[in-house]
């Protein structure tokens, strides 16, 4: 199965801050990889698919690059309801794997 | 606006089966382009893929639960479910019923109900 390495763990950072979280594939997926948000208690909201389009609705400080095994979620500008915890999806082959996840605090 | 809802028993015993339903609204679960799945998180931790299942009746499992695990439909209903079996303490989780939609490059999970907590204890 392919696994996903998602760092850092945590990130403290001020507001107006520039953000950047990466994932790193064990093997090439292409574009298949995701982003999502998620407040406490709160169900995960998905902000970029195929790597790097921006999900209908969500701010454009939000941006994804990369392919093939090393992506990166970037926030420009961090807002205050950006603080929360932010995860990768890999879906190749119809297997999907979440990163560990990245929990983005305020500095 | 599609609307998927989790049902199930909050807690389940040890060894028992575990059973969870979701109702989707808004949309038909007869859909060429969405897989259905589920999702888990055990409290505190990150997030887990259970499994999908497509509108054929296509299933698509996570290798590490594979052995326990059952997704099935119900299209006439607008339903689909899932049992996990032999469950321990380990599957104590708020489990996410959600639908991916198919971009050509992969496939995401732009919706998601709003959880259930399920606890396995005796």
């Known amino acids: 199965a392919i696994q996903v390495t998602q760092s850092p763990s945590s990130l403290s950072a001020s507001v107006g801050d520039r953000v950047t979280i990466t994932c790193r594939a064990s093997?090439?997926?292409?574009?298949?990889l995701g982003w999502y948000q998620q407040r406490p208690g709160k169900a995960p909201k998905l902000l970029i698919y195929?790597?790097?389009s921006l999900q209908s609705g969500v701010p454009s400080r939000f941006s994804g690059s990369g392919s093939g095994t090393d992506f990166t979620l970037t926030i420009t500008s961090l807002q205050p309801e950006d603080f929360a915890t932010y995860y990768c999806?890999?879906?190749?082959?119809?297997?999907?794997?979440f990163g560990q996840g990245t929990k983005v605090e305020i500095k | 606006q599609l609307q998927l809802q989790e049902s199930g028993p909050g807690l389940v015993k040890p060894s028992e089966t575990l059973s969870l339903t979701c109702n989707v609204s808004?949309?038909?679960?007869?859909?060429?382009?969405?897989?259905w799945g589920w999702i888990r998180q055990p409290p505190g931790k990150g997030l887990e893929w259970i499994g999908c299942?497509?509108?054929?009746?296509?299933?698509y499992y996570n290798p590490s639960l594979k052995s326990r695990v059952t997704i099935s439909m119900a299209p006439s209903r607008d339903q689909f479910s899932l049992k996990v079996t032999s469950v321990t303490a380990a599957d104590t989780a708020v489990y996410y019923c959600a639908r991916a939609r198919y971009s050509g490059f992969g496939s995401q999970f732009e919706y998601w109900g709003q959880g259930t907590l399920l606890t396995v204890s005796s």
């Open positions: 999806l890999q879906d190749y082959n119809y297997l999907w794997t």
């Open positions: 808004g949309g038909s679960i007869n859909s060429s382009t969405h897989y």
């Open positions: 093997q090439d997926i292409g574009r298949d």
């Open positions: 299942i497509f509108y054929t009746g296509s299933t």
């Open positions: 195929a790597a790097s």
